[in-house]
């Protein structure tokens, strides 16, 4: 088991990332707040041994993924349905970039987290592939896909940048 | 896009009220975790020990008789009698006895309460009505707890009739009396007997009322005798001391 200042240390630097995978993931702040307990519970129990930051990130962000999509199948989840169902998106962000996250957002899931992994996280579609369990062909199609889908509702000059 | 995807995903930033909770929630795990469980369900199981070796010891001392009242008329019955005063076990000790203790609940009454519902009860009548002798023995756990009980006895109402004789005796008196297959109140007067008539043996007398042993006995023995036997049925203790005199 993991020390406290261990996991604080963790919780510090890792916790925008969490955060960002469960607003892809999720519709509201409480299953957020799950989330971050279940992900770093994990973490506390878990002896893996990180050979490095990346690998520390990387278990941080499968792990998260893996959580949100257990919650999403959860029988108690697919069973009521959330009296507040708004996104998520904190209200520190700007109108410039909450339109940008509106329209990641309102794409389908599968979208949502190639998008996310590839142009946040920087991954390449090989490593996403290995994140998510996919084939890398598959990813390609998503990521064009949803590239194209995010061009139509944010328009061309977004692509140009 | 590239750019303008980053920032957007950037300015998302997590709370920090989200980031104190998860940190309360699990320094609160760390803390139940660390703090010794296995110390805590040692204590339960501990505690649990305790209280069933407390309840299984009291139930023992309940269960456990540590004096005993022998009452003979011709039936002869003896109630075990717990430290609480309570009777916990009675025991015929001839054929018209078990017979009698079957048909009376002395169980867990008082000593003197089972007394007076031992002699007031239907069974007993046949036995008391025809001018019976009752001999009520009293063997304490020790000496002042034997007469205290006896002092007891002797206060009640039924112990005032003159056919109502009361002694307290000691243990090695009573298990002498258990080995010859007797309550110890008729073995007391069967012990009497024979020193005025050596030939009568534990057979004999064992179909015997207590009046007949004492109409015998007071046949028997002269004047003085009698007179030393007669303080020994209404003096209670005394008739102990008395018999050891002898």
Known sequence: MRSEAD???????????????????????ADTEDIFQT????????????????????????????????FLKSFFRKNTVSLDEAIPISAAVTEDHREVLEAVLALPAKYREVIYLHYYEGYSAVEIGKILKKNVNTVYTLLNRAKGQLREVLGGDYLEQ | MNN?????????????????????????????AEN???????????????????SFGSWRSYVTPVSAISVDVNPSVELGVNRFDR????????EDGTELAASVDLKNLNYSDALEVLLGSEAMQPYVAEDGLVSITVIGSTRQKGEKMSNRIRSCGYAQSPNVECHSANREEAEAAHEAGMSFGKYRAFL?????A????????????????????NELSDGSNEQANRNGFGGGYGGGQNRKNN
Request: charge should be positive.
């Open chain 1, 7 to 29: 996991v604080n240390r963790a919780i510090n630097l890792y916790a925008n990332t969490v955060r960002r995978i469960c607003m892809v993931y999720l519709k509201n702040y």
């Open chain 1, 39 to 70: 992900v770093f519970l994990k973490y506390i129990l878990s002896s893996t041994v990180f050979e490095s930051d990346e690998h520390e990130k990387a278990w941080f962000i499968r792990v998260t993924i893996n959580a949100c999509k257990d």
């Open chain 2, 4 to 32: 303008k995807i980053k920032d957007a995903f950037d300015a998302v930033r997590a709370e920090d009220e989200l980031k104190r909770n998860t940190k309360q929630f699990l320094s609160a795990y760390t803390a139940k």
């Open chain 2, 36 to 54: 010794p469980i296995r110390y805590k369900k040692v204590a339960v199981a501990f505690a649990a020990l305790v209280l069933m070796l407390l």
């Open chain 2, 87 to 94: 009777v916990v076990a009675v025991d015929g000790y001839n």
């Open chain 2, 192 to 196: 009497e007997l024979r020193n005025l």
């Open chain 2, 198 to 217: 050596p030939e009568i043996t534990a057979n004999d007398i064992q179909t015997w009322t207590m009046r007949q042993i004492r109409d015998r006995i």
